[in-house]
Nanobody, 118 residues
Framework: QVQLVESGGGLVQAGGSLRLSCAAS????????MGWYRQAPGKQRELVAGISSLGSGGMTNYADFVKGRFTISRDNAKNTVYLQMNSLKPEDTAVYYC?????????WGQGTQVTVSS
C-alpha cells in the first residue's frame, strides 16, 4: 500500500507561482513513475507532467499547455515529488492530483485545489 499526500495548493493571481508537493509513504521512485494530473469542473482529468522511475532514467514529459511554465522534480531522500508552477493562468484552475504507477501499484492522492484569479 502506498499513500500519496499532496499539499501546496491555494489561491493565486494570474502570473503568480505555486509549488505543489506530493509525499509518498514509502520509497517508490526507483521503480514507479510519478505524475501530476488536474481536473477542472466539468472536464476530464488530464495529465500535466510526469517523470519516469529512477530505473528508467527519470525522464520528464509535459502537456503542451504547461511547457515552459511548469516543472516536475523530486527529492528522492524525502520521497517527495514537486510541481513548480509559474506564470499561472486562470485556465490552470483545477484540482491537482498526484499519481504513481509501476510495480508498487497505481495510486492517487486526494488532490489539492489550485485557483488562479484574473
Amino acid at each position: 500500500q502506498v499513500q500519496l499526500v499532496e499539499s501546496g495548493g491555494g489561491l493565486v493571481q494570474a502570473g503568480g507561482s505555486l509549488r505543489l508537493s506530493c509525499a509518498a509513504s514509502r520509497s517508490i521512485f526507483r521503480l514507479n513513475a510519478m505524475g501530476w494530473y488536474r481536473q477542472a469542473p466539468g472536464k476530464q482529468r488530464e495529465l500535466v507532467a510526469g517523470i519516469s522511475s529512477l530505473g528508467s532514467g527519470g525522464m520528464t514529459n509535459y502537456a503542451d499547455f504547461v511547457k515552459g511554465r511548469f516543472t516536475i522534480s523530486r527529492d528522492n531522500a524525502k520521497n517527495t515529488v514537486y510541481l513548480q508552477m509559474n506564470s499561472l493562468k486562470p485556465e490552470d484552475t483545477a484540482v491537482y492530483y498526484c499519481n504513481t504507477v509501476g510495480p508498487w501499484g497505481n495510486y492517487w492522492g486526494q488532490g489539492t485545489q489550485v485557483t488562479v484569479s484574473s
